[in-house]
């Protein structure tokens, strides 16, 4: 068994919709280094290391989903699980 998130492991597909155009949207990618204004990770500076990957690791795998018909995106949080 093992731990983390299904889309960056191949189990997953993206099974979200365009919200523009209902396109079946791409994943683009994830974006762990994204640092912007919207970060999960932005007040996490405070906490020690253990404890600040102990939560990192519970926190949602953030994807990129974009659509190739009208160029659409959007950041998605994929849980991690079990699988
Ligand atoms: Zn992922
Ligand atoms: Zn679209």
Redesign the pocket.
């Known amino acids: 068994m093992e731990y983390g998130?299904p889309?960056?492991n191949g189990i997953a597909g993206v099974n979200e919709r365009c919200s523009s155009c209902g396109q079946l949207m791409r994943d683009a990618g994830?974006v762990e280094d994204y640092y912007g204004p919207y970060s999960p990770y932005d007040n996490m500076d405070r906490y020690e290391p253990p404890l600040f990957w102990e939560l990192a690791d519970r926190m949602p795998?953030v994807?990129l989903f974009s659509c190739s018909k009208c160029g659409y995106d959007k950041r998605v949080g994929?849980q991690r699980a079990f699988f």
């Open positions: 998130c889309l960056c994830m795998c994807h994929i």
